[in-house]
């Protein structure tokens, strides 16, 4: 087969001031921003325009960190044409603004030449254990630094940023750039204690012996859900996620290129129709597979990925197969094929139907990429937190994002399944408000010789 080695990098360069001021001209500045209204943790879109528009980089930097930690990130992999992008009214003539490419420019432009100073508050309000360093666990910590709060985040992983850092590939988010965002917060005067998994042996309950006045759990979707297929444990089958994440430590240098399952020549085959899966298939192409299929079992419109990262896998070279259910691992010692069989479209507003005609795609590497679930550690070493029958955390309004055990808040998307960065970043900024009002009320009522009740 044709070897996909060679392939386009998708916007890997972002504007130049030039751009960036062009495009940000053309902002109408909107008495109702519906731009503003699409983002889901309401970004000063039009005010930062301005000061773009105005070649004030600094003050553009100022007021995106009003509401957001992790500009840098969220300009390169937010969903935008779902969000601020869509949203925008410029649609209406044609061309809506390049919201997060401007976002991006601001973000990286302050990243590298340090605009904007990290105002760090005296630490006199409470003392909180972050559990998880992805986009949820960064922004409690960020927006609890910003308002006086001792943060000390706790997470399994060697370097901090959750997905960003072990999920999410390299040539859509650089490294480099997490580190930097992950360094702002740490600048705030955030402490990161790695390679710490909280569970069996650090528990909670030894986290608030030693003296945090609230814990958050922020530790996202860890595991894989698994495919009950026959000829699944076959040598050369492997979760989407545990792929991306030798790669990313391939690229950190923790271990060898040869440790990552996927190769040059190889012939790869990828389960699932959302953004994981993409990820995996082109990232493969990265591997320099000689062919990279993707199996979807639904109609090729309804797969859940955005369709600008279809499109962009398509352009690199992954074959994608839609309508085809599968049903058989085949090999003997290591996979060499993916039974399917084939799915008939009666047409549209119709149920699918899974036919018995079968088709086999010949592979030397399959990957599994429908979806993931929270792990169990923490719950199964703690008292008082209760889940849902799937696994994900059960939250209470009031004080938002408290959990069924009193100091203990969770958010993202170990509570809320599997999201988006801005989506966990939402939440997570609703989380923090809720642990500052129960420290704040906890201090008062010890103040006054009193004790919280669940
Ligand atoms: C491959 C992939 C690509 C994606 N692409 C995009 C995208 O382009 N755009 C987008 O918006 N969203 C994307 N998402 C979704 C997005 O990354 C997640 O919704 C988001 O990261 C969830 O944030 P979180 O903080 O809740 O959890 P996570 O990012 O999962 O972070 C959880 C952290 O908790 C740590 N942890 C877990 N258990 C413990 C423990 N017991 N002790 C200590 N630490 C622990 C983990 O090591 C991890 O660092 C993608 C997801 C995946 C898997
Ligand atoms: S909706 Fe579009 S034009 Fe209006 S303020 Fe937002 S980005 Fe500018």
Do not use: W
Not at 11 to 29: H, S, V, Y
Not at 46 to 57: E, K, R, S, V
Not at 93 to 111: N, V
Not at 344 to 362: A, F, Q
């Amino acid at each position: 087969m044709e070897n996909l080695g060679r392939f386009i990098e998708y916007d890997p360069t972002g504007f130049t001031l030039r751009e960036a001021i062009i495009e940000a001209k053309r902002c109408l500045n909107c008495n109702k921003p519906l731009c503003r209204t699409g983002c889901p943790i309401e970004n000063e879109i039009p005010d930062f325009i301005q000061a773009m528009a105005n070649g004030n980089l600094g003050l553009a930097s100022t007021i995106i960190a009003h509401r957001s930690n992790l500009p840098a990130v969220c300009g390169r992999v937010c969903p935008h044409e779902k969000q601020c992008e869509g949203a925008c009214i410029l649609n209406k003539r044609g061309k809506g603004i390049k919201i997060g490419k401007i976002e991006r420019f601001i973000a990286d432009m302050d990243g590298e030449l340090s605009l904007t100073a990290a105002i760090i508050k005296k630490k006199e309000a409470g003392k909180i254990a972050v559990i998880g360093s992805g986009p949820a666990g960064l922004t409690v910590a960020g927006d609890l630094a910003k308002i006086g709060f001792s943060v000390t985040v706790f997470d399994a992983q060697q370097e901090a940023g959750g997905v960003l850092m072990y999920g999410i590939p390299e040539f859509r988010l650089p490294k480099q750039v997490v580190r930097r965002e992950v360094k702002k917060i740490a600048n705030l005067g955030v402490e990161f204690k790695l390679n710490t998994m909280i569970g069996p042996s650090l528990t909670i309950d030894k986290l608030f012996a030693d003296g945090f006045d609230a814990v958050f759990i922020g530790t996202g979707n860890a595991l894989a859900k698994s495919l009950p297929l026959p000829g699944i444990k076959l040598p050369g089958v492997m979760q989407a996620t545990y792929f991306l994440q030798m790669v990313s430590l391939a690229n950190q240098g923790s271990i060898s290129s040869i440790e990552v399952p996927i190769h040059s020549g190889d012939n790869v085959v990828v389960i699932g129709a959302g953004n994981t899966a993409i990820d995996a298939a082109r990232t493969a192409v990265r591997r320099e597979a000689a062919s990279v299929t993707i199996i979807n079992r639904n109609r090729a419109e309804e797969m859940a990925a955005l369709p600008s990262e279809v499109s962009a896998a398509c352009d690199e070279g992954v074959h994608i197969i839609s309508l085809r259910s599968p049903m058989e691992l085949i090999g003997e010692y290591f996979v060499t094929g993916l039974r399917c069989n084939i799915v008939h479209d009666p047409g549209k507003d119709k149920n699918l139907i899974i036919t018995e005609k079968s088709t086999i795609i010949p592979a030397n590497k399959v990957i599994i990429a429908i979806g993931q679930r929270p792990a169990s550690r923490i719950i199964g070493s703690t008292k008082g937190i209760e889940v849902d029958k799937a696994g994900y955390v059960k939250t209470r309004p009031n004080p938002y994002g408290m959990t069924m055990r009193s100091g203990v808040f969770s958010g993202g998307d170990v509570v809320n399944g599997p999201a988006t960065v801005v989506k966990a970043m939402k939440d997570a900024k609703m989380v923090a408000k809720g642990i500052a009002e129960y420290v704040e009320a906890k201090k008062l009522m010890e103040k006054c010789g009193l004790k919280m009740i669940d």
